[in-house]
């Protein structure tokens, strides 16, 4: 079947844009997961959900930084005006349920210039 | 503070060679994931455990809750397991280690 999926692959903005990265899950999937990955930082945890409850934003680095996840499946991560150091790869996993494998999507390549 | 930390940072082996890379994890991790990426690839997930022991073919998970510790071993190494080898403690909010580039020669 599908995996998960993110657009865009890449995506290349000025600072102080906003910008929409988009995710995918694997259907029926009720975990999901953001995640970045950035040369200083390594990977590290941005926002989770889980089903219908309240997502756990503890990971966000930010006030620029939101997800929303509509209807339980495809969900979308936006940054308010980027700023250099939001450059990353940002990747979003989803799994069947909380605490089982995750299944990560291709990652979305995000260049503030 | 939960913390990950994984060793070796860099590993070169011969192709057929017993690989092992180590992870140890802090106070309030309750599961471990091992994750590969090839270079300019996706992240797999390989494993996800809590106790004892998992194997898919040539590679094994082990993890000792005591000693909060635990290892990827890939047996009868090739030169297609390079790659980079990730840690990750958590049940929902993973905490990564830093990797481990892993560069496998025939």
């Known amino acids: 079947g599908a995996g998960v999926s993110q657009s865009p692959s890449n995506k290349v903005t000025e600072k102080g844009k906003d910008v929409e990265l988009r995710c995918d899950p694997i259907s029926g999937h009720t975990a999901l997961y953001w995640y970045r990955q950035s040369l200083g930082q390594g990977l590290e945890f941005l926002i989770y959900?889980?089903?219908?409850?309240?997502?756990?934003k503890s990971g966000l680095p930010s006030d620029r930084f939101s997800a929303e996840r509509t209807g339980g499946s495809v969900s979308t991560l936006t940054i308010q005006r980027t700023q250099q150091e939001d450059s990353a790869v940002y990747l979003c996993?989803?799994?069947?349920?909380?605490?089982?494998?995750?299944?990560f999507g291709p990652g979305t390549r995000l260049t503030v210039l | 503070k939960n913390e990950v930390e994984q060793s070796p940072q860099n590993l070169t082996a011969q192709e057929g060679e017993f690989i092992t890379i180590n992870c140890s994890y802090s106070?309030?991790?309750?599961?471990l994931h091992w994750l590969q990426q090839h270079p300019g690839g996706g992240i797999v997930s390989l494993f996800m455990l809590s106790s004892g022991k998992k194997k898919h073919g040539r590679l094994i998970a082990t993890i000792n809750i005591q000693e909060k510790h635990s290892s990827l071993h890939i047996t009868a190494s090739h030169p297609r397991d390079s790659a980079v080898y990730i840690c990750?403690?958590?049940?929902?909010?993973?905490?990564f280690g830093t990797g481990t580039r892993l560069q496998v020669f025939p």
């Open positions: 990750a403690g958590g049940i929902d909010k993973l905490i």
């Open positions: 996993a989803s799994s069947p349920d909380r605490g089982r494998e995750q299944f």
């Open positions: 959900f889980q089903g219908n409850s309240a997502p756990d």
């Open positions: 106070v309030g991790i309750s599961a």
